[in-house]
């Protein structure tokens, strides 16, 4: 079967350069290869994911974008599982664009998917075979990013609220499981190596200098017009001590292996 070939243009908050986009777009058409540009997959992924349906229903596809790992887990948000299509993952960054030519793809033209939100699509994305369902980001993050759901397994709800190039709640889990695709640096960005842990004081220094959070937690109670208990800050902040303390060993009882199967048997928590 030929494949579909699927070009992410990553237009908001870059990780992978227009330059590059454009370089790999040339080599599709020099190859006469058609193509669909999907302007910023991590946006379309929250905002409007049913416009990435044409990669599931494919089956075989070629995605070239940033690291496999990344993507795999922003198609995850959207609701695409790896064990229901194939998709090979190409990284525009590190391959080089003379791939293309060994991959039987569908001739000529060019659609596009495109990306018209005003939201620079930066949040964080889950790795389950990582997570140990501990709850430490959902504890650790101010925004209401994370929710626990009924069977105990920790989800990234609201990664609108995620604070622009924040990545703090990374550097808290134990497993390494949570991945930004836009962080610059590796493997925060789902590529490889091992992520450095920092100490407690390091952690809340990087906090306090890089996340205005009480501005901001100011700032949406201006807004909202909704008061927050009075200490709120305060244990927001012992949380987060608690959160990064080594003594923390508190494990949730309910895992992920609570989950039943679905009726198909497959048991990644899909539909198909
Ligand atoms: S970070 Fe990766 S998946 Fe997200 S928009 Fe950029 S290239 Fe696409
Ligand atoms: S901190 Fe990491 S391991 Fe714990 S629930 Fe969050 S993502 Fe999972």
């Known amino acids: 079967m030929k494949k579909k070939v699927f070009i992410c243009g990553c237009k908001t908050e870059r990780k992978i350069a227009s330059e590059t986009v454009e370089k790999w777009e040339n080599t599709l058409i020099k190859n006469n290869i058609g193509y669909t540009l999907i302007e910023d997959l991590c946006g379309t992924a929250v905002k409007n994911p049913q416009d990435l349906l044409a990669i599931k229903e494919h089956k ?61 699509s930066w949040y964080p994305v ?26 105990g397994i920790v989800h990234v709800d609201q990664p609108s609220n995620c604070k622009d190039m924040c990545p703090a709640c990374a550097r808290t889990c134990p497993e390494q499981a949570i991945i930004f695709p836009k962080h610059p640096e590796s493997p925060i960005d789902g590529g490889e190596g091992q992520l450095e842990v920092l100490s407690q004081n390091d952690l809340m220094e990087q906090i306090q200098q890089n996340a205005d959070v009480y501005k901001i937690l100011a700032d949406r109670r201006k807004q909202s017009g909704v008061s927050l208990l ?11 001590s608690c959160c990064v303390s080594k003594n923390e060993n508190q494990k949730v009882e309910k895992t992920k292996e609570d989950k039943p199967e679905n009726s198909s048997g497959c048991s990644c928590g899909c539909n198909c």
């Not at 075979?129 to 994370?146: D, I, P, R």
């Not at 709120?232 to 949380?239: R, S, V």
Request: some cysteine; overall charge negative; charged content about 30%.
């Open 60 to 120: 075989e596809s070629v995605l070239l974008g940033c690291n496999s790992r990344a993507m795999e887990h922003v198609l995850f948000k959207a609701g695409i599982r790896m064990c229901c299509t194939e998709i090979e993952f190409l990284n525009m960054e590190i391959d080089h664009p003379d791939v293309i030519s060994e991959i039987s793809a569908k001739d000529g033209g060019s659609n596009l998917i495109p990306y018209k939100h005003e939201w620079k």
């Open 126 to 151: 889950i790795d389950y075979s990582k997570c140990s369902a501990c709850q430490k980001c959902l504890n650790f993050c101010l925004f209401g990013v994370y929710k626990v759901d009924e069977y």
């Open 230 to 240: 009075k200490d709120q800050e305060k244990i927001a902040d012992a949380e987060r």
